[in-house]
């Protein structure tokens, strides 16, 4: 460990329903303010879930001229609006002697959903050759990252992470390791998603994963409460800029925190049902402790994955008790912003993953909002509800499990002397 560059991140660029940009967002997350609202972008009336956590007031056009913007689907759009909020929230000027040494891996569950529907309609209802050239350019996942390195002259590694609700946390860990081997200085990662559509919330609807508690959006998400009845939509842009340490010394930046820990593993068990052991997410955490070199009792605060579904939630604080031990746990500070900006599904790893590393530079724990009935099958972890709190946190884990079985763990931390 002490051989290989150390990784920190320097710069944030966030895109989602609590606002556009670091400052928005951080303003909101600690206000515990609900980013749901009616869904206002297509007819819902037949639908049993109205409500979801929209991006509003997103113009791309302030981020890429409006021809670039026509040739990319929302998700995409999402993504080169982070990465540039990102750099500029870095300081970081990208040179021509830096590119081939800058990349991006950013992470997305589904693509163009919105693209593919509308072109698909085309094909069968108006004939093949009306179909856009610009149809698989648009949907397919790995756009989002082709269009950041192409918006900002990237040559460095690039990649794309499609890992269902885990795909953010995995492009971090993966673009971590990219800089610890040596194979880049910088590179933007993240996750990026745009699905509140008809056919989005349709689909989702029909495995009953949504809050249909449409009369009251703002308290229709709500991780580890017994009156939980499913996820909150939402959809995000969430980038952050991770440079070797000897990288970002040598421009001068300002560390947030490090990242200091990544692990992985499969639950080998359904297509979306979490393991009910929880040995294989308790063994990413393990994994991702030992990559960073710490002990459990070392960690100060949790992000939750928890995402207000009945099973998934009491699942994750399971998880919490195996791995860090009933004991640590228990004093443990635990929150999910995903009661605020929603289940970002691709994109939520970014952007927990932001809110994380702002927990560490700021010494604020965002609320778990909505959670005045603990699920007495959730307990054993400190839940921080609906107020934030205060606190001094020097290692955070930020965790991610998406359909299929994939968990994916982060850790940050405080950038101190080793």
């Known amino acids: 460990m002490s051989d290989r560059p150390r990784v920190v991140v320097t710069g944030l660029g966030l895109v989602t329903a609590l606002g556009i940009g670091r400052a928005e967002n951080w303003a909101n997350a600690i206000a515990g303010r609900s980013g749901a609202a009616q869904i206002s972008t297509f007819d819902t009336s037949d639908n049993a879930t109205t409500i979801a956590c929209q991006v509003r007031d997103f113009d791309p056009t302030d981020f890429m001229d409006r021809r670039s913007a026509r040739r990319m689907d929302r998700f995409a759009q999402f993504a080169v609006a982070a990465a540039r909020l990102a750099v500029a929230d870095a300081g970081l000027e990208i040179t021509d002697a830096m590119r081939p040494r800058a990349g991006a891996i950013v992470g997305s ?12 309609l085309i094909a ?30 990237l040559k460095g590694p690039l990649s794309c992470i499609s890992t269902a609700c885990a795909s953010g946390n995995h492009a971090l860990g993966d673009a971590t390791e990219v800089i610890r081997r040596g194979q880049a200085d910088v590179m933007l990662a993240g996750g990026t998603e745009s ?3 008809r056919t989005g919330i349709a689909a989702f609807n029909s495995m009953r994963a949504l809050s249909t508690r449409n009369d009251d959006p703002a308290t229709a998400s709500r991780p580890f409460d017994a009156g939980r009845d499913g996820f909150v939509m939402g ?10 340490l000897d990288h970002a010394l040598a421009r001068g930046a300002t560390p947030i925190c490090e990242v200091l820990g990544y692990g992985m593993t499969g639950d080998a068990h359904h297509l979306t049902e979490p393991d009910p052991t929880s040995e294989a997410p308790a063994a990413a955490i393990a994994m991702a402790l030992e990559d960073a070199g710490l002990a459990p009792d070392q960690v100060d605060y949790v992000n939750a994955h928890a995402t207000s579904t009945p099973v998934g939630d009491k699942g994750e604080v399971r998880t919490l008790r195996l791995a860090l031990g009933d004991a640590v746990a228990a004093r443990t500070p635990v929150s999910s912003t995903k009661s605020m900006h929603g289940h ?19 010494g604020v724990i965002p609320p778990t909002i909505n959670l005045h009935d603990l699920d007495p099958e959730c307990e054993g972890v400190d839940h921080v509800a609906n107020q ?31």
């Open 235 to 244: 959809e995000a842009g969430a980038i952050l800029v991770l440079e070797s």
């Open 388 to 418: 934030a709190r205060e606190a001094d946190v020097r290692v955070a884990l930020s965790s991610a499990f998406g359909f299929g079985g994939h968990n994916a763990i982060v850790v940050l931390g405080r950038l101190e002397e080793r």
């Open 124 to 153: 069968h209802e108006r004939g093949p050759d009306r179909v856009s050239p610009l149809f698989i350019p648009m949907v397919i996942a790995n756009m989002a990252g082709a269009q950041v390195s192409m918006e900002l002259g």
């Open 195 to 197: 699905s509140i559509t």
């Open 109 to 120: 569950g589904i693509g163009g959903l919105d693209t593919f529907v509308e072109q698909t």
């Open 344 to 362: 970002c599904l691709g994109a939520a790893g970014g952007v927990e993953g932001a809110l994380t590393a702002l927990v560490i530079a700021e």
